[in-house]
């Protein structure tokens, strides 16, 4: 719970990076997965860099949901760094995806 002075729109935006953290959890633990179960060592290595990209991504929401609860209103930066980060890793993410769905697409065949 944030401080009274934060304000509900901080109480918001911290339960946000809260979710964010946790569906990038869950989702690292499905490319985690893929990891393990493919025979193709390409496949392994993209989804060991999107399960640290999904890690980073976590530890960045982690963070700036603790600054949110920790600080009175105003005292919070504007996270314009940790909100790239998440961006980046989220774009790493996705190209990965990309990947892997292409391997799954062509190893159906």
Known sequence: MTSPEAGLAAERTAL??????ISSMANAVLFLKAAYSSDWPPVSVAAFMATIA???V??????????LHSHRRGAWSRGSRG??????AVGVVAVVALVLSIEY???QR
Do not use: S
């Open 83 to 88: 909100i790239t980060a998440v961006a980046v």
């Open 58 to 67: 976590t530890a960045v929401c982690v963070q700036r949901g603790r600054v």
């Open 105 to 107: 697409a062509v190893t």
């Open 54 to 56: 999904l890690l980073v």
């Open 16 to 21: 946000a990076w809260r979710r964010t953290a």
